[in-house]
Protein backbone atom coordinates (compact mmCIF):
# COMPACT_ATOMS: atom_id res chain seq x y z
CA UNK A 1 0.00 0.00 0.00
CA UNK A 2 0.95 3.66 -0.03
CA UNK A 3 3.22 4.58 2.41
CA UNK A 4 5.34 7.98 3.22
CA UNK A 5 8.75 8.01 5.42
CA UNK A 6 9.84 11.08 6.45
CA UNK A 7 13.46 12.32 7.96
CA UNK A 8 13.40 11.33 11.98
CA UNK A 9 13.16 14.43 14.36
CA UNK A 10 13.48 16.86 15.72
CA UNK A 11 15.49 19.10 13.85
CA UNK A 12 16.88 22.55 15.34
CA UNK A 13 18.38 25.36 13.52
CA UNK A 14 19.44 29.10 14.22
CA UNK A 15 17.53 31.20 12.35
CA UNK A 16 18.40 32.41 8.86
CA UNK A 17 19.98 28.93 8.33
CA UNK A 18 18.82 26.27 5.67
CA UNK A 19 16.06 23.96 6.42
CA UNK A 20 15.69 20.16 4.11
CA UNK A 21 12.94 17.53 5.80
CA UNK A 22 13.45 14.79 3.32
CA UNK A 23 10.59 12.72 2.06
CA UNK A 24 10.42 9.55 0.31
CA UNK A 25 7.35 7.73 -0.55
CA UNK A 26 6.01 4.45 -1.72
CA UNK A 27 2.70 4.29 -3.90
CA UNK A 28 1.87 2.93 -7.49
CA UNK A 29 1.43 5.35 -10.24
CA UNK A 30 1.40 9.34 -9.93
CA UNK A 31 0.21 10.06 -6.65
CA UNK A 32 -0.19 14.09 -5.44
CA UNK A 33 1.94 14.92 -2.93
CA UNK A 34 1.41 17.77 -0.27
CA UNK A 35 4.05 19.26 2.51
CA UNK A 36 1.69 20.21 5.61
CA UNK A 37 2.48 22.39 9.16
CA UNK A 38 1.47 21.99 11.72
CA UNK A 39 1.50 25.02 14.89
CA UNK A 40 1.00 23.76 18.13
CA UNK A 41 -2.28 23.19 19.37
CA UNK A 42 -3.72 23.69 15.83
CA UNK A 43 -4.90 21.64 12.93
CA UNK A 44 -2.94 21.36 9.86
CA UNK A 45 -2.30 23.90 7.34
CA UNK A 46 -1.68 23.12 3.65
CA UNK A 47 1.99 24.41 2.97
CA UNK A 48 2.33 23.32 -1.26
CA UNK A 49 1.54 20.27 -3.31
CA UNK A 50 2.59 19.29 -6.47
CA UNK A 51 0.53 16.89 -8.27
CA UNK A 52 2.36 15.34 -11.15
CA UNK A 53 6.09 14.39 -12.10
CA UNK A 54 8.89 17.69 -12.05
CA UNK A 55 6.17 19.58 -10.43
CA UNK A 56 7.55 22.82 -7.99
CA UNK A 57 5.23 23.87 -5.18
CA UNK A 58 6.10 26.74 -3.31
CA UNK A 59 5.05 29.23 -0.75
CA UNK A 60 6.26 31.29 1.70
CA UNK A 61 9.54 30.77 0.60
CA UNK A 62 9.37 27.06 1.02
CA UNK A 63 9.72 24.55 -2.11
CA UNK A 64 9.75 20.75 -2.91
CA UNK A 65 9.58 19.20 -6.74
CA UNK A 66 7.90 16.20 -6.95
CA UNK A 67 10.83 13.63 -8.36
CA UNK A 68 9.25 10.60 -9.60
CA UNK A 69 12.80 8.94 -10.52
CA UNK A 70 13.77 9.30 -6.75
CA UNK A 71 10.30 8.91 -5.28
CA UNK A 72 11.03 11.79 -3.13
CA UNK A 73 9.55 15.02 -1.94
CA UNK A 74 11.96 17.31 0.02
CA UNK A 75 11.09 20.44 1.60
CA UNK A 76 13.33 23.83 1.39
CA UNK A 77 13.87 26.70 2.52
CA UNK A 78 16.57 29.07 2.30
CA UNK A 79 16.24 30.75 5.45
CA UNK A 80 14.06 30.11 8.43
CA UNK A 81 12.45 32.43 10.84
CA UNK A 82 11.55 31.55 14.49
CA UNK A 83 7.65 31.88 12.87
CA UNK A 84 8.47 28.73 11.19
CA UNK A 85 8.66 26.31 14.60
CA UNK A 86 6.18 24.08 13.66
CA UNK A 87 5.82 20.09 12.79
CA UNK A 88 5.85 18.96 9.37
CA UNK A 89 3.92 16.31 7.47
CA UNK A 90 4.49 14.92 3.89
CA UNK A 91 1.35 13.49 2.60
CA UNK A 92 0.49 11.62 -0.73
CA UNK A 93 -2.94 10.78 -2.22
CA UNK A 94 -2.58 8.14 -4.64
CA UNK A 95 -4.14 7.23 -8.24
CA UNK A 96 -5.86 4.39 -6.26
CA UNK A 97 -7.38 6.43 -3.38
CA UNK A 98 -8.85 9.51 -4.70
CA UNK A 99 -8.36 12.35 -2.24
CA UNK A 100 -7.48 10.45 1.01
CA UNK A 101 -4.42 10.76 2.30
CA UNK A 102 -1.57 8.68 3.44
CA UNK A 103 0.78 10.89 5.93
CA UNK A 104 4.12 10.44 6.99
CA UNK A 105 5.07 10.66 10.87
CA UNK A 106 6.39 14.39 11.09
CA UNK A 107 9.15 16.24 11.86
CA UNK A 108 9.29 19.08 14.63
CA UNK A 109 11.29 21.81 13.62
CA UNK A 110 12.31 24.69 15.59
CA UNK A 111 13.93 27.90 14.78
CA UNK A 112 15.85 29.68 17.99
CA UNK A 113 16.72 33.71 17.07
CA UNK B 1 -14.86 32.65 3.36
CA UNK B 2 -15.51 30.21 6.56
CA UNK B 3 -12.80 27.81 6.71
CA UNK B 4 -13.32 23.88 7.92
CA UNK B 5 -15.06 24.61 11.58
CA UNK B 6 -15.40 21.79 14.49
CA UNK B 7 -17.34 21.21 17.54
CA UNK B 8 -16.11 20.72 20.40
CA UNK B 9 -12.99 21.98 20.50
CA UNK B 10 -12.18 19.71 23.34
CA UNK B 11 -13.97 16.12 25.45
CA UNK B 12 -13.12 14.48 28.55
CA UNK B 13 -15.09 11.49 28.37
CA UNK B 14 -14.74 7.50 30.37
CA UNK B 15 -14.40 4.47 28.84
CA UNK B 16 -16.89 3.11 27.57
CA UNK B 17 -18.97 5.66 26.77
CA UNK B 18 -19.79 7.11 23.21
CA UNK B 19 -19.10 10.16 21.89
CA UNK B 20 -20.39 12.46 18.93
CA UNK B 21 -18.02 15.35 17.40
CA UNK B 22 -19.02 17.53 14.41
CA UNK B 23 -17.66 19.01 11.12
CA UNK B 24 -18.84 21.82 8.86
CA UNK B 25 -16.85 22.23 5.75
CA UNK B 26 -15.37 24.72 3.68
CA UNK B 27 -18.25 26.94 2.04
CA UNK B 28 -18.81 25.27 -1.33
CA UNK B 29 -17.17 21.61 -0.28
CA UNK B 30 -19.32 18.45 -0.40
CA UNK B 31 -16.69 16.07 0.63
CA UNK B 32 -15.49 15.24 4.05
CA UNK B 33 -13.19 13.46 5.56
CA UNK B 34 -11.81 12.24 9.10
CA UNK B 35 -8.61 11.57 10.54
CA UNK B 36 -7.06 10.65 14.18
CA UNK B 37 -4.47 12.32 14.50
CA UNK B 38 -2.29 10.19 18.40
CA UNK B 39 0.20 12.31 19.93
CA UNK B 40 3.47 12.74 18.06
CA UNK B 41 2.00 10.90 15.12
CA UNK B 42 0.75 11.61 11.76
CA UNK B 43 -2.88 12.10 11.09
CA UNK B 44 -4.02 8.25 10.26
CA UNK B 45 -7.59 8.06 7.43
CA UNK B 46 -10.73 6.96 9.46
CA UNK B 47 -13.30 7.79 6.82
CA UNK B 48 -14.45 10.07 4.23
CA UNK B 49 -18.25 10.85 2.65
CA UNK B 50 -19.43 12.06 -0.08
CA UNK B 51 -23.14 12.47 -1.79
CA UNK B 52 -24.24 11.36 2.17
CA UNK B 53 -22.14 8.05 1.73
CA UNK B 54 -19.40 6.67 3.19
CA UNK B 55 -16.88 6.48 0.32
CA UNK B 56 -13.81 4.98 1.74
CA UNK B 57 -12.57 3.24 5.04
CA UNK B 58 -9.47 3.26 6.64
CA UNK B 59 -8.35 0.52 9.32
CA UNK B 60 -10.53 1.70 12.12
CA UNK B 61 -13.35 -0.31 13.86
CA UNK B 62 -16.56 -0.92 13.61
CA UNK B 63 -16.84 1.71 16.70
CA UNK B 64 -16.31 4.26 14.46
CA UNK B 65 -18.84 5.08 12.17
CA UNK B 66 -20.26 8.68 10.77
CA UNK B 67 -22.56 10.63 8.92
CA UNK B 68 -23.23 13.26 6.25
CA UNK B 69 -25.80 15.50 6.27
CA UNK B 70 -27.78 17.04 3.20
CA UNK B 71 -25.86 20.37 3.78
CA UNK B 72 -22.62 18.52 3.62
CA UNK B 73 -21.66 19.05 7.13
CA UNK B 74 -20.63 15.43 9.03
CA UNK B 75 -20.35 13.67 12.34
CA UNK B 76 -18.22 11.33 13.77
CA UNK B 77 -19.27 8.99 16.43
CA UNK B 78 -17.40 6.44 18.65
CA UNK B 79 -18.63 3.87 20.51
CA UNK B 80 -17.76 1.74 23.62
CA UNK B 81 -14.81 4.38 24.10
CA UNK B 82 -11.26 2.86 24.94
CA UNK B 83 -8.10 4.42 26.45
CA UNK B 84 -6.20 4.40 23.38
CA UNK B 85 -9.38 6.63 21.61
CA UNK B 86 -7.26 9.48 23.25
CA UNK B 87 -6.04 11.51 20.27
CA UNK B 88 -6.55 14.98 18.36
CA UNK B 89 -9.87 13.87 15.52
CA UNK B 90 -9.33 16.14 12.53
CA UNK B 91 -11.88 16.85 9.75
CA UNK B 92 -11.14 18.04 6.08
CA UNK B 93 -13.09 18.74 3.36
CA UNK B 94 -12.40 19.06 -0.33
CA UNK B 95 -14.53 19.41 -3.68
CA UNK B 96 -15.35 16.27 -4.77
CA UNK B 97 -13.32 12.82 -3.90
CA UNK B 98 -11.26 12.83 -6.59
CA UNK B 99 -7.41 12.70 -6.89
CA UNK B 100 -5.51 15.90 -6.96
CA UNK B 101 -8.47 17.39 -4.83
CA UNK B 102 -6.86 19.41 -2.22
CA UNK B 103 -8.07 18.89 1.39
CA UNK B 104 -8.26 21.88 4.01
CA UNK B 105 -8.14 20.97 7.73
CA UNK B 106 -10.69 21.85 10.56
CA UNK B 107 -8.49 23.11 14.20
CA UNK B 108 -9.44 19.02 15.36
CA UNK B 109 -11.61 17.91 18.50
CA UNK B 110 -8.96 16.62 21.18
CA UNK B 111 -10.56 14.22 23.08
CA UNK B 112 -9.16 12.91 25.93
CA UNK B 113 -10.51 8.97 27.32
CA UNK B 114 -9.74 8.62 31.46
Known amino acids: GDSVTQMEGPVTLSEEAFLTINCTYTATGYPSLFWYVQYPGEGLQLLLKATKADDKGSNKGFEATYRKETTSFHLEKGSVQVSDSAVYFC????????????FGEGTQLTVNP | DAGVTQSPTHLIKTRGQQVTLRCSPKSGHDTVSWYQQALGQGPQFIFQYYEEEERQRGNFPDRFSGHQFPNYSSELNVNALLLGDSALYLCASSLGPSLKKTQYFGPGTRLLVL
Open chain 1, 91 to 102: ALSGETSGSRLT
